[in-house]
């Protein structure tokens, strides 16, 4: 069984920062992959990027590329979300999930475990 616990959203101005952090509880598995999805009131959850957690490989959707980057603490086991540059768009409840094995996906469909999400608001 794993955990995930987000944390770090809030209300920021546009072109303002936060950090998302992901913390797994992992005891059974020894190669995942996790990944951060959005979804905006109204709309369908979206990858936003991924990382495996034993080779470090990133991908990124191309919405984020350039603002938002990724990385992990293995011995933490968790994974953080810098996002940078924020824009109205990137509002909505952020969520991370895994998927075994190191498959660098953003299709939530592959994901088998999920957080409970944190909300994310960019706001004038």
């Known amino acids: 069984q794993v955990q995930l616990v987000e944390s770090g959203g809030g209300l920021v101005q546009p072109g303002g920062s936060l950090r998302l952090s992901c913390a797994a509880s992992?005891?059974?598995?020894?190669?995942?992959?996790i990944g951060w999805f959005r979804q905006a009131p109204g709309k369908q959850r979206e990858g936003v990027s991924c990382?495996?957690?034993?080779?470090?490989?990133?991908r990124y959707a191309d919405s984020v590329k350039g603002r938002f980057t990724i990385s992990r603490d293995n011995i933490q086991k968790t994974v953080y979300l810098q996002m940078n540059s924020l824009k109205l768009e990137d509002t909505g409840v952020y969520y991370c999930?895994?998927?075994?094995?190191?498959?660098?996906?953003?299709?939530?469909?592959?994901?088998?475990?999920w957080g409970q999400g944190t909300q994310v608001t960019v706001s004038p």
């Open positions: 992992t005891v059974n598995l020894n190669w995942y992959t």
């Open positions: 990382i495996s957690e034993q080779t470090g490989s990133t």
């Open positions: 999930a895994v998927i075994l094995g190191e498959r660098l996906a953003l299709s939530d469909g592959e994901y088998r475990y």
